[in-house]
């Protein structure tokens, strides 16, 4: 199979132009066709001799994406099912903010971190992703927006897949959209989120980046923890907690705390007292996400009057919380859904 063109970095393009005996600056017109023209053929590179063009085509694929649906959403969020070269589908969402559009990336096909509110992860884990995978989602999401004259602003990695099981991978790719020659997106403006992979974020707080970290944490106690992301019996809480310290003295970057708030189950009154007294001190952000009804599980959704009690408590503790809005209500946009119907059509195909 042909490398993926969006694999390679700022360098490599230039490396590779060095290996053929060709100028250097060349990997730099590659750049600015993929990223700022964002061709989706060595074709149309025209300011690039044909044999170099034909050499190109010969050794990398560039869209290694193909659409299987696009949903829009009536609040303008778009939902897409990508096909892999080897058939495997993945999501990648747009979200529209005040504050500009966000993308939110996958990183592995499914996940097997096993978090019980997740639809990510009922099949287990496939594969992880090519940083060129992920890196062409943005692309592609670039792409749709270049007709609505609009830009990415933000990228969040929090689709499916535990972003620090694929770390390399997830690092190639956050240097990749920030190059200069790339899609030049600023590292504050990209935020990975892990379910608590303890040895990465002590890894990822000494990259020296200014990228944004956000931890699932979805429970104020190791316990509940445990049973809502098995995750928790190898990282528990309070090993995490140190981790999120060592992250916060090393960066001096404020740290969000994912919370899905789940009916019943980790949304009571006790539970935003115990989360506040948690992260007493810690300078960090609760983002509550009330979420969406899991058959699976009989999770259902808490109320929208305790969702609003749940944020005052910890805000009365000095604890900074916002509620996650949500975003295309009427179609499948919570994290793995589309991609689980999806699974499920080819499953009845096959066995019909
Ligand atoms: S929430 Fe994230 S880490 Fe947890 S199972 Fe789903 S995709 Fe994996």
Redesign the pocket.
């Known amino acids: 199979m042909n490398a993926f063109a969006y694999d390679l970095t700022h360098e490599d393009w230039k490396a590779w132009m060095h290996k053929h005996d060709l100028p250097e600056w060349r990997g730099t017109q590659v750049m600015e066709w993929l990223y700022q023209k964002r061709a989706t053929s060595f074709d149309e590179m025209t300011n690039l001799p044909k044999v170099l063009r034909s050499r190109l085509a010969e050794s990398f694929v560039i869209q290694p994406l193909n659409a299987i649906t696009t949903q829009v959403s009536r609040d303008g969020t778009v939902k897409f099912l990508f096909a892999l070269p080897d058939q495997h589908a993945i999501e990648t969402v747009i979200m529209r903010h005040d504050y500009g559009i966000s993308v939110c990336v996958t990183t592995q096909v499914g ?1 097997r ?3 019980t509110f ?1 639809a ?2 009922l099949g287990g884990l496939k594969r992880n992703l090519q940083a060129g995978e992920i890196v062409a989602q943005v692309v592609a999401a670039q792409q749709y927006l270049d007709q609505e004259g609009e830009r990415v602003r933000s990228v969040v990695v929090m689709g ?3 972003p620090f099981e694929n770390y390399e991978a997830t690092l190639q790719f956050v240097r990749l959209i920030n190059d200069a020659k790339g899609l030049n997106i600023g590292q504050r403006h990209i935020t990975v989120s892990t ?1 608590g992979v303890i040895p990465e974020i002590y890894r990822f707080a000494d990259e020296g980046l200014q990228v944004r970290l956000a931890v ?1 944490l979805h429970a104020p106690n190791t316990e509940l923890r445990s049973k809502l ?1 098995p995750i928790n019996r190898r990282f528990p809480l309070p090993d995490l907690m140190e981790a999120c310290r060592y992250y916060l003295q090393k960066t001096g970057r404020r740290i969000t705390f994912e919370y899905a708030l789940i009916g019943g189950v980790n949304d009571r009154d006790e539970h935003a007292h115990e989360l506040a007294e948690l992260l007493q001190g810690l300078d960090c952000l609760v983002n509550l996400i009330p979420v969406n009804y899991v058959p699976e599980r009989n999770y259902v959704r808490t109320p929208r009057k305790q969702v609003f009690a749940f944020q005052r408590i910890l805000e009365s503790h000095g604890i900074s919380a916002t509620i996650r809005r949500e975003h295309g209500s009427d179609i499948a946009a919570a ?2 859904q589309l991609r689980a119907k999806h699974l499920e059509k080819l499953e009845n195909t096959t066995t019909s």
Do not use: N
């Open positions: 996940c971190i096993g978090c997740c990510s992860t499916s897949g535990e379910s699932s992301m994290c793995g």
